[in-house]
Nanobody
Framework: QVQLVESGGGLVQAGGSLTLSCAASGRTFNRYAMGWFRQAPGKEREFVAAINWSTGSTYYADFVKGRFTISRDNAKNTVFLQMNSLKPEDTAVYYC??????????????????WGQGTQVTVSS
């Protein structure tokens, strides 16, 4: 069993920055990738970014390219999401996910096997 714990959410003004962290514990040896999704009220969970755990290759949704950066710390079993130039439309609950095996695409919710509890990010205008 894998446990994912997110942290780092909060309230920030538009144009500000936040860094989210997701610490993985438990049976993490079967790990192909980790990623971040978000879900705003009344909307479906959507892909934000993902990282291949072994190669470090990264993938981003178009709406965050140039603003968000996903990274990992292998030793700490932690994935980060650095968010800059935040906009009110970035307001959502951000979820960390872990994909245990190879997937053709990492942009779908169904590509991930485990999820954290989520952390709220609120961007005020």
């Amino acid at each position: 069993q894998v446990q994912l714990v997110e942290s780092g959410g909060g309230l920030v003004q538009a144009g500000g920055s936040l860094t989210l962290s997701c610490a993985a514990s438990g049976r993490t040896f079967n790990r192909y990738a980790m990623g971040w999704f978000r879900q705003a009220p009344g909307k479906e969970r959507e892909f934000v970014a993902a990282i291949n755990w072994s190669t470090g290759s990264t993938y981003y949704a178009d709406f965050v390219k140039g603003r968000f950066t996903i990274s990992r710390d292998n030793a700490k079993n932690t994935v980060f999401l650095q968010m800059n130039s935040l906009k009110p439309e970035d307001t959502a609950v951000y979820y960390c996910g872990l994909s245990a095996r190879y997937r053709i695409t990492l942009t779908r919710v169904t590509a991930f096997d485990q999820w954290g509890q989520g952390t709220q990010v609120t961007v005020s205008s």
